[in-house]
């Protein structure tokens, strides 16, 4: 398995440097990452870093904390899928979600996945799964079932409980064969990386991903 090629080479931090931004982009040439993860500002450097290069571009939308209104997500995905994303990590409302307030859910889902896949992206929906229930979970995921995005991943890794193997296996339960599952949040080392894969994640998120290959 090429491990390199499963992980979203990630820097997520408010104070990233250019120099941070390019240092991530040459590694993630180097090692045959699939993605860099960068903050929205950067998304136009990684294009010119990465013109020449298979690698993808992901960015974040209504993050970390997921409240952003619905039309501020739809902006901040178009702005970012026009400035060279390819690939938005958007994280789903989790305050509508524990409130069930599914409608506003679907809204927020089939909006911002229209705008970032009739541009030929793909939609990440992040769900925090450290601070849901397993009810919580399946219902995410039956809304996400239903509404064709991408990739769920677990968490934005902005809080203690990040990833797990349980998590993982809970979302793959729940999920169709067609959306994908991207693991994120205390990943650091490859065996960590590896349960996860075995686990049915399909992408590793983490800011380790040079530790992870070379260990």
């Known amino acids: 398995m090429n491990l390199a090629s499963k992980i979203d080479h990630t820097i997520l931090r408010a104070d990233t440097s250019k120099e941070e931004i ?16 960068v903050p929205p500002y950067w998304v136009r450097e990684c294009k010119n870093q990465l013109r020449d290069s298979k690698v ?10 997921g409240y952003s209104a619905t039309p501020a997500k739809v902006e901040e995905s178009r702005r970012a899928i026009d400035e060279g994303a390819t690939e938005i990590d958007m994280v789903l409302n989790i305050i ?4 069930g ?12 996945g229209t705008i970032v896949q009739l541009r030929g992206g793909k939609l990440k929906v992040i769900l925090e799964t450290g ?21 769920v991943k677990t968490s934005t890794g902005y ?3 990040g990833a797990t193997v349980e998590d993982i296996k809970l979302l793959r339960a729940n ?3 067609n959306i994908k599952i991207k693991a994120s949040g205390g ?29």
């Open 56 to 65: 993808r571009i992901a960015t974040v939308v209504g993050f970390p904390m």
């Open 159 to 161: 809080i203690d409980k």
């Open 22 to 37: 390019t240092r991530l982009c040459d590694e993630a040439k180097e090692y045959g990452f699939a993605a860099v993860c």
């Open 101 to 112: 307030d599914y409608n506003y859910l679907k809204n927020e889902l089939t909006s911002a």
């Open 175 to 177: 999920l169709p064969k």
């Open 187 to 215: 990943i650091r080392d490859k065996a960590t990386a590896l349960a996860m894969i075995e686990a049915g994640a399909d992408r590793i998120g983490t800011s380790s991903g040079v530790k992870i290959v070379t260990e």
């Open 96 to 99: 509508a979600l524990k409130a």
């Open 131 to 151: 601070l849901l229930t397993k009810d919580e979970i399946i219902k995410a995921c039956e809304l996400c079932s239903k509404l064709s995005v991408d990739y």
